[in-house]
């Protein structure tokens, strides 16, 4: 079975969490496109819901703990992963700027403030198992 973790900074505004989190899954879900089904799921009221195939849990970090974990991950084949940073929530609706800001950057100079990973539900719990629950 395969787990999604989706990590925040703890400092993040409400409607920041939601932002990140929101862009975070879309990626991996483009990254891993097996996260969610490809068949519709309809209700009875023809109502079409999300078709997530796996658990996604949203945990909380700090920047630092963000930045390693990512970095920690680069060499890592049995997850897929992906951040977002201070520098893309600064550069919105300027993906070509964005896009040659980060890849002229290191890590820790774009200010990481969210990571998603996913892969099997016990590598990710223990790749995550550092962070907490963000409630």
Known sequence: MKRNAIILDRNLSIGQVGNVAAILMGQISKLDPAVFSEQPVIDQDQVLHAGIKYSTVVLKGGKGQIANLAKSLTANDQVVSVVFTATGQSLNNQFEEYAA???????????????????????????????????
Do not use: H, W
């Open 101 to 135: 800001k980060i890849s002229s950057s290191k890590l820790e100079e774009t200010d990481p403030v969210g990571i998603a990973i996913s892969g099997e539900d016990t590598v990710v719990r223990n790749l995550t198992k550092k962070f907490s629950l963000l409630k």
